[in-house]
Structure formats: structure tokens, C-alpha cells
């Protein structure tokens, strides 16, 4: 009879749960250790921050994050623009363009870049001679020539142009002359009867 009892008492025994069964309810002193060793987390941490910060991150892309207790999550960036290009700097002022910011968004935008050069450039223009330089972004500025030519040159279209002359040969009294009776010559040229304009 005792034997009955016993072999009734076996089958109403259950067998001992594994640790490694998610759908065994363990006691509630077990369960922090296990769960630690699931997911790699400090038994009986509480989660109080998360790292890296998302808004380091623009918002069309994701990051993991690892929290204070070792535990990770994949969330989404909070990021926004905050460099763009190009420069306003590097288009000429009041010129429309279209900036791209470091997260893939783009914006208008309006230069404010000066005009830097300008041409012509005042030495290739007579000495005194008023004109009008346009800059590198369409601005105009009035200007004065500043090119400067050598004794017997003269300045006329923004080149130094050699002075030329003529010679008239004359008779004196009771002479004759023969042949040309002028002569165009550049300044310090000697004519053909050895005169000189100087």
C-alpha cells in the first residue's frame, strides 16, 4: 500500500522548470538575476539615461543607444541642420541660390558676397581719363586712368603711340631744294637731310 502512495505522489510532482524556459514564471527573488543574464543588463538597475544623445543625430537616420544599466535600443535621431553650404559669403550679393544642410535638407538662400575685383584695370586706361570698372559680382564704380607715357609718346586708347611729325625742307635764299619736300618722322628719328625733331 505504501508503495501506491508514493509512485502517486511522484507523477503529481512536476519537473523542475529550466532557467533558460522564457515561459516559466519564476519566483520573483530569481527573476532580476535572470534577466540580467539574458540581455546583459545590471540585475536590479533601473534605467535612468540613454547614450549617445539622439539629438546628435539627424532625424532621418537611427543610432543605438546604451542605456545607464548596459541595456541597448535602436531609436530614432532628433537632429536638425545646423551647418549648410555653400557659404552666403561665396555668392554675390542679392543672387538667389539654394543651400544643402549637413542632415541632407536645403533651403533659400541669398549671397552677400562684395564685389572683390574689378576691371579694368585703371593702368591699362590714358592718365586722367574717366571710366567705368565693373566688379566680379556686376557692380560699376567710376574710375580714373592712371597709365603714364614716356617723353614722345602720347596715350590714346590705352596704349602709348610713339609722336611723329613732319619735316618741310625749304629753300633758303638763292637756294633750291630737290626732292621731297617733307617728310613724316617719329620723334628722334633723323630726316633725310639729317634733321632731327626734338
Known amino acids: 500500500m505504501a508503495l501506491h502512495i508514493l509512485y502517486l505522489i511522484a507523477l503529481a510532482v512536476p519537473p523542475a522548470p529550466s532557467l533558460l524556459d522564457h515561459n516559466v514564471l519564476l519566483p520573483a527573488a530569481f527573476q532580476p538575476a535572470v534577466l540580467a543574464a539574458r540581455v546583459g543588463v545590471i540585475a536590479g538597475c533601473t534605467v535612468s539615461s540613454w547614450s549617445p544623445d539622439s539629438a546628435t543625430v539627424c532625424s532621418n537616420q537611427t543610432l543605438t543607444q546604451t542605456s545607464n544599466c548596459g541595456s541597448n535600443r ?54 586722367g581719363q574717366a571710366f567705368t570698372q565693373t566688379g566680379d559680382c556686376g557692380g560699376s564704380l567710376g574710375s580714373s586712368g592712371t597709365l603714364t607715357c614716356s617723353t614722345g609718346y602720347t596715350c590714346a586708347s590705352g596704349s602709348c603711340h610713339i609722336n611723329q611729325f613732319t619735316l618741310a625742307y625749304i629753300a633758303g635764299s638763292n637756294g633750291s631744294v630737290t626732292g621731297t619736300l617733307s617728310q613724316p618722322v617719329n620723334y628722334g628719328t633723323d630726316g633725310n637731310s639729317g634733321y632731327r625733331h626734338a
Open 74 to 127: 535602436l531609436v530614432a535621431g532628433t537632429g536638425t541642420d545646423t551647418t549648410w553650404s555653400p557659404d552666403p559669403n561665396s555668392v554675390c550679393n542679392g543672387s538667389s541660390f539654394t543651400q544643402t544642410g549637413n542632415c541632407g535638407n536645403t533651403r533659400s538662400a541669398t549671397g552677400t558676397k562684395p564685389d572683390a575685383t574689378w576691371s579694368p584695370d585703371p593702368g591699362t586706361v590714358c592718365n
